[in-house]
């Protein structure tokens, strides 16, 4: 389709366009150019080294490639297998990437780098960061941010230390299909009336959970090498995110992204948080597979309440997060078929000739109406007297809408673009450490509160760097 210079496509706004016209550029978040070791101006490509090349830091290489000012001078892994396929596909693109082992050597040797983006389990995440930080570099880092909050705080302070970013991999926070949730239908229209509930959820199969191997290629790594960069043996290795040690199970690896969502669209910090959980279905691994965790949100419209939940035993329901108001909910996710706002039932007109009184935010763009399915018959209209009774009981349906803007074209594409903007001293980053530091303290206190099945309370404190 066709978009005009405001970036409407349509009835749907594009992601540049909204891009351009976000509170990301138009607020003043606007950064003076910084200046770059080894650049000689802002303009200058970006030297970057990849540290982890693994499956996650292969998707972020590959976002990352789609932007010709950035170049690839360092890989970093310890497995043969990553060093080999991510350096060949970084090479593909024009990318001839130094590799390494031992990220140490690589921040010894590569003196013309600009920034690095840490890709390595959970437990490493603040090792390498921090070292990267001290060797002058800006840093991508993916969440969680650690598996343990004292890393985690280290993180923060050597960020301010430095002077150099730290941006955390939530990549929802620049997602623009969010922004748009946030800033024009949360912030901008209180279309949801008072929010009382929220509601998240990323189940994943016993298929998809279940312990990982080796590829078809079957490259093992020696016990020397696991050894000698702190695994056990080769199964905590390739499903280090189930162990205490490495990771933070389901509800890191999936539920942070959410549990961030929570706070940034209620625009508060949660008071307490209880959770319950299981270990009992998978027995090769540590960590709960199954968690709920309820969360209790103090706002200055009142209490909030959110529960979430994911599951390592179905896949059902996909994944995405609600929040529900007196007058509408809305359901947003990553996946654009989950995404939806409703209006309560009782805001429609009785009178056909009236107008819904969300029409309104049809009109700016802001939302697009779900098209009706005149073949689908109304299976609750009344049609007996026990159907009247029970109707009494009943809500009126609710409407529902799209949102106003296109699915976005990647889903990390837009958070790394901010990165590296905010580098280049364009932008002011979406997710900085201190923001990642509060969603981790968050995410991480589900597990004493699974330890104490108690609610655990959280304080400013608890907040506090």
């Known amino acids: 389709m066709h978009a005009d210079e405001s970036g409407v496509t349509g009835r749907r706004v594009s992601r540049r366009g909204f891009l351009k016209s976000s509170a990301i550029v138009s607020t003043g978040l606007m950064a003076a150019p910084l200046i770059l070791k080894g650049a000689e101006d802002a303009g200058a490509p970006l030297n970057v080294a990849l540290i982890g090349g693994g499956t996650q830091g292969r998707v972020l290489a590959s976002q990352v490639m ?13 497995w043969s297998y990553s060093k080999q396929f991510t350096g060949r596909r970084l090479r593909a ?3 001839e990437a130094k590799v390494y082992e031992d990220y140490r050597d690589l921040l010894a040797e590569e003196k013309d780098l ?3 983006i840490v890709a390595t389990p959970d437990w490493m995440h603040a090792e390498h960061t921090i070292a990267c930080l001290e060797a ?3 840093v991508y880092c993916e969440k969680e941010m650690s598996n343990d909050l004292a890393k985690a705080r280290a993180m923060v302070l050597a960020a301010r230390k430095t002077g150099n970013l730290l941006q955390i991999g939530h990549q929802r926070r620049s997602n623009p299909r969010y922004l748009h949730a946030k800033e024009k239908l949360l912030d901008g229209t209180d279309i949801l009336g008072r929010i009382t509930q929220a509601y998240g959820q990323w189940n994943r199969s016993s298929w998809a959970s279940k312990p990982r191997g080796y590829p078809k290629e079957k490259y093992p790594i020696d016990e020397a090498t696991l050894q000698k960069y702190g695994y056990a043996n080769d199964f905590q290795w390739r499903n280090w995110r189930w162990f205490r040690k490495y990771g933070g199970g389901p509800i890191c690896d999936l539920g942070s992204h959410q549990i961030d969502v929570f706070g940034w669209f209620l625009g508060a910090r949660p008071t307490s948080v209880y959770a319950d959980g299981s270990t009992e279905y998978w027995d090769e691994y540590e960590w709960h597979g199954n968690v709920y965790a309820l969360y209790r949100f103090e706002t200055p419209h009142g209490t909030v309440r959110a529960l979430y939940e994911t599951f390592s035993t179905t896949s059902a329901r996909s994944y995405y997060e609600s929040f529900m108001g007196d007058e509408g909910t809305l359901s947003i996710s990553e996946n654009a078929g989950q995404c ?23 009109d700016k ?9 005149e073949s689908k018959k109304d299976v609750d209209a009344p049609k007996t007297m026990a159907d009247q009774m029970l109707a009494l009981y009943r809500s009126p349906p609710p409407v529902a809408f799209l949102l106003g803007i296109e699915p976005e074209e990647s889903l990390h594409q837009a958070h790394l673009e901010n990165f590296f903007n905010a580098v280049r001293g364009r932008a002011k980053l979406t997710c900085p450490a201190e923001v990642g530091y509060e969603t981790a303290v968050q995410v991480l206190k589900v597990h004493e509160a699974l330890a104490a099945q108690a609610p655990v309370a959280l304080g400013e404190e608890d907040y506090r760097v």
Not at 343 to 352: F, Q, V
Request: aromatic letters at 12%; one cysteine or more; a positive charge.
């Open 66 to 78: 789609k932007n010709p000012g950035i170049r690839f001078k360092a890989l970093c892994d310890i």
């Open 114 to 116: 600009q920034a690095a």
């Open 340 to 362: 939806r706002a409703y209006a309560e039932g009782y805001l429609t007109p009785s009178d056909s000739k009236q107008v819904h009184p969300w029409q309104k935010w049809v």
């Open 136 to 138: 002058g570099l800006h």
């Open 93 to 95: 693109y024009g990318h």
């Open 365 to 373: 763009g802001y939302l697009v109406p779900v098209p009706k399915d």
